[in-house]
T-cell receptor
Framework: AQSVAQPEDQVNVAEGNPLTVKCTYS??????LFWYVQYPNRGLQFLLK??????LVKGSYGFEAEFNKSQTSFHLKKPSALVSDSALYFC????????????FGQGTTLQVKP | KAGVTQTPRYLIKTRGQQVTLSCSPI?????VSWYQQTPGQGLQFLFE???????NKGNFPGRFSGRQFSNSRSEMNVSTLELGDSALYLC?????????????FGPGTRLTVT
């Protein structure tokens, strides 16, 4: 069965410092991976996706993610964190059923302090 | 382009009642998926519709149902509401067809069952 794990419930980082939000996955077949962000009382916003190709994927708002097949990881990164990046981040994998079903991790709260 | 819209945004219902939630996808998007978000269970897939047909279904009881209309708009219905159905219900739309397409989420409908 496909699954996604986000090992950290919360990540704290100072503004201006680099940030990493971790994600590991388990899939049968090719991994199609996504990162989403959720602000309070809002829906999820798409940040980036990995389908194939370059292991470093660039996305919205300066975020990028590094795909590592041997470690089955897809960590979200940003070189310099902003206070406005504080939100709930979800990693997801598309189900192997070849439909629109996404399987989400439990989410990581990112807190960026001034 | 307008984003995914969901109505109503907030709903309070009594146990045993039924409820219908509505979702209008982004113009041109033919796939609509529904998710339930709760603090305890996180984000869980309910079902996906494409071309008015249910393409995939999550592990929810039959009280949860949905449909899609010819204009791709979708509704989900929950009958005989239980307290545990209190959640944020998110609708997402995506392009269909060839390729791996990201989903775009609406703001959600917050359902409270008393």
């Amino acid at each position: 069965a496909q699954s996604v794990a986000q090992p950290e419930d919360q990540v704290n980082v100072a503004e201006g410092n680099p940030l990493t939000v971790k994600c590991t996955y388990s899939v049968s077949g090719n991994p199609y991976l996504f990162w989403y962000v959720q602000y309070p009382n809002r829906g999820l916003q798409f940040l980036l996706k990995y389908i194939t190709g370059d292991n470093l994927v660039k996305g919205s708002y300066g975020f990028e993610a590094e795909f590592n097949k041997s470690q089955t990881s897809f960590h979200l990164k940003k070189p310099s964190a902003l206070v406005s990046d504080s939100a709930l981040y979800f990693c997801a994998v598309r189900d192997s059923s070849n439909t629109g079903k996404l399987i989400f991790g439990q989410g990581t709260t990112l807190q960026v302090k001034p | 382009k307008a984003g995914v819209t969901q109505t109503p945004r907030y709903l309070i219902k009594t146990r045993g009642q039924q409820v219908t939630l509505s979702c209008s996808p982004i113009s041109g998007h033919r796939s609509v998926s529904w998710y339930q978000q709760t603090p305890g269970q996180g984000l869980q897939f309910l079902f996906e519709y494409f071309s008015e047909t249910q393409r995939n279904k999550g592990n929810f009881p039959g009280r949860f149902s949905g449909r899609q209309f010819s204009n791709s708009r979708s509704e989900m219905n929950v009958s005989t509401l239980e307290l545990g159905d209190s959640a944020l219900y998110l609708c997402a739309s995506s392009l269909a067809g060839q390729g791996i397409h990201e989903q775009y989420f609406g703001p959600g409908t917050r359902l409270t069952v008393t």
